[in-house]
């Protein structure tokens, strides 16, 4: 039946190769996103702590990341937690806002980070050309700016940006420096945007007395649960806190953020695999409605067949043989489509800067192969059973 309908079987199949490829691309995509995280939290640094304003649940995040301006969080909660928890070596603080940079006749859509000078050591960041603004240039809220490469090439392009003046949003501020680049983190470009003294943004440029996130760089070997404790110790006793249920604030660790992100993509990608597994059920549906015109065609062969002596049995794996030669053939055809299309994405991913990798797991290839398999069984149980059941003289004289 299956040489003899070359196109039909093919088109049999389709449903399968479909299925079983979806699987493979959502698990291997599931994978590589993962890993796109895990390397960018890596590449932040996993020995940060971060704070920020909100309470949140456990694994749940923030009140400000939902957009809620919370202003409770101050540069001097930072300090006080410095100077009481010995197990911190440094920290900085963050405010952000949208800014246009302009430039002579040029002009660069970006946002500015407003940082204290603590910012490329707790970063592990680096300056390309020029300096980071010192201690001095952010307690005086100097109009000092260090560019993000992605902006000083837009701006300058070859020309050399140290000592220029340039506006943010109407204010003028004078280049240092131009960051090395650093890529992205999150699909967020971190060589896209400029920064300016802590003092400077809170001031001039936002006009607050709050900070969006408190960023400490543990000591090595340190403790990471005893030390956030601290933290929040620390900051429940300024913020007048005596419930930990009552907290304004939260606390992170790049730690705690990659378990969490994990287990959100994992879970994703299990539930979108299932989804992709309807496909499988309904080319089985295919298969099975296929193998009952087979049967139909070759009633009269079927027939003969008994009437030599074939028994019903001889009959019944004929045609799971068939149907699981389609669905196994599918099967593979499937898993080598849905290897070519995740290795594509992983090649292109890497092409445009993400470090994602390449992944596709036994697991997913066992479960593909299995599927398959008992797709093929379960569809050609009820025509087998039907053809084992022919009357020979009624098949014989079926036309």
């Known amino acids: ?47 940060l702590i971060g704070v920020l304003p909100g309470a949140s649940e456990a694994d749940g995040p923030p009140a400000s990341v939902m957009g809620i301006n919370i202003t409770t969080l101050k540069y001097s909660d930072g300090e006080a937690v410095m100077s009481q928890v010995p197990a911190l070596e440094d920290f900085t603080a963050y405010v ?11 002009t660069k859509d970006t946002s500015f980070a407003g940082v204290n000078h603590s ?23 100097a109009r000092v700016v260090v560019l993000g490469s992605e902006v000083a090439e837009a701006l300058f392009g070859s020309s050399d940006p140290l000592n220029a003046r340039v506006k943010i949003n109407k204010e003028n501020f004078e ?65 007048g806190v005596s419930d930990p249920e009552q907290d304004d604030f939260s606390v992170r660790s790049q730690v705690q953020t990659l378990d969490t992100l994990k287990s959100l993509t994992d879970a994703l990608s299990y539930f979108l695999a299932m989804v992709a597994g309807i496909s499988l059920i309904v080319g089985g549906i295919g298969i099975m ?40 053939v599918g099967g593979v ?16 991913a890497n092409y445009l800067g993400y470090s994602w990798d390449f992944v596709v797991t036994w697991q997913s290839v066992i479960l593909a192969v299995g599927f398959t398999f008992i797709v093929g069984l379960l569809s050609g149980w009820y025509p087998a059973k039907k053809a084992a059941e022919l009357n020979p003289i009624d098949a014989l004289r079926y036309e």
């Open 1 to 47: 039946m299956i040489k003899r309908n070359k196109m039909r079987s093919f088109l049999t199949s389709l449903g399968i190769i479909i299925g079983i490829s979806s699987v493979i691309i959502i698990i291997s995509l599931g994978a590589g996103a993962q890993s796109l995280i895990v390397n960018q939290i890596k590449g932040m640094g996993s020995d």
């Open 96 to 106: 952000s806002g949208a800014a246009t940079v302009s430039w002579q006749n040029k």
């Open 119 to 141: 910012y490329i050591f707790v970063e592990a960041a680096d300056v390309e050309k020029g300096h980071f603004f010192t201690e001095e240039e952010e307690n005086s809220s």
């Open 175 to 239: 280049v240092i420096g131009v960051m090395k680049v650093r890529g992205s983190t999150f699909f967020q470009s971190q060589d896209n945007q400029v920064f300016i003294p802590l003092n400077t943004a809170q001031k001039i440029m936002l006009g607050i007395n709050y900070v969006n996130l408190l960023r400490f760089k543990m000591a090595p070997g340190a403790d990471l649960d005893f030390t956030i404790e601290n933290i929040k110790s620390v900051i429940r006793d300024r913020h």
């Open 289 to 328: 409605n296929i193998m009952l015109v087979s049967i139909t065609e070759s009633t009269r062969e079927t027939g003969l067949r008994k009437a030599v002596g074939a028994k019903k049995r001889d009959i019944s794996i004929q045609y799971l043989v068939q149907t699981v030669a389609l669905s196994m």
């Open 333 to 348: 055809l499937g898993i080598l489509f849905g290897v070519l299309i995740s290795w594509l994405v992983s090649a292109v």
